[in-house]
């Protein structure tokens, strides 16, 4: 009777270790796949674009990555990169597919905004967002010569350039020529505005209404200034367009 007691116990415990270890076995595979799940997610990106990834995506699949993008950055969720790893296949070449011309402002990552890094998009930058030639040549550069297809010219909010400009700073009385050139280039675009209430940059809506029209504006240079890139426009293989971003919510509005 004692041994079968003791049989009966031993065959317990045996069953109750196995159960143990089932479920020690479960948890930890559970974790496995949890952990894995996240690995894979916070995988960072180690490549660059290729020539044949750039050939295959039109202007407006290359737009919509750009709003993908620009979400991410919106909702503090941007891709991890292993800029060591790419950086070194950069090397080889680069095939962007955009380029942006944005301000200067400090207050205004071009690639953060939409979630690129290292070959996804070329950039320049002048305050107040406008043309000139050397900017136009780049764009060449960066269309007829390097494959991108999509120019994106990003006004931004609060603006310190467009601001001064509708403020009528007086860049040359302070010796600042070269400055008072680009705030004369911003001119057109406050003459275009409607005027509705004070002309100052005070006037919020007025300000906003000025840096659309200016990136309107300056798309409208870029083609008049480049035949080339508006004949690969009407051909539909590139495409021009205006955008603003806002400093408060980091969202950029393509127009
Ligand atoms: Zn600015």
Redesign the pocket.
């Known amino acids: 009777m004692k041994n079968i007691f003791k049989n009966s116990m031993i065959l317990a415990l045996v069953v109750m270790s196995y159960s143990c270890n089932e479920k020690n076995t479960e948890t930890t595979s559970t974790s496995e796949v949890k952990t894995q799940a996240k690995t894979i997610k916070q995988d960072p990106i180690n490549s660059i674009l290729t020539a044949e990834e750039q050939a295959d995506m039109s202007p407006d699949e290359i737009i919509g990555r750009l709003k993908k993008g620009n979400e991410n950055f919106v909702s503090n969720n941007l891709t991890m990169r292993d800029h060591s790893s790419q950086r070194r296949e950069a090397m080889i070449g680069q095939y962007p597919q955009a380029i942006v011309l944005s301000?200067?402002?400090s207050r205004v990552p071009v690639e953060d905004v939409f979630d690129l890094g290292i070959g996804d998009i070329f950039v320049a930058r002048v305050?107040?967002n406008i043309e000139n030639k050397d900017i136009v040549g780049s764009m060449e550069f960066a269309t007829a010569v390097a494959g991108s297809k999509v120019v994106i010219v990003m006004g931004?909010t609060a603006?310190?350039?467009?601001k001064s400009a509708i403020d009528k700073v007086d860049a040359a009385s302070m010796e600042m020529n070269a400055l008072q050139n680009l705030l004369d280039e911003i001119q057109p675009s406050i003459d275009a505005t409607t005027k509705m209430g004070e002309v100052s940059s005070k006037n919020e809506e007025f300000t906003n209404n000025v840096i659309v029209t200016n990136a309107h504006i300056t798309v409208e240079d870029i083609r008049k200034q480049s035949p080339k890139m508006a004949s690969l426009e009407k051909e539909g293989k590139i495409k021009i367009v205006p955008a603003v971003y806002d400093m408060a919510t980091g969202k950029v509005k393509f127009m």
């Open positions: 301000c200067v402002d305050a107040g931004h603006c310190g350039a467009v």
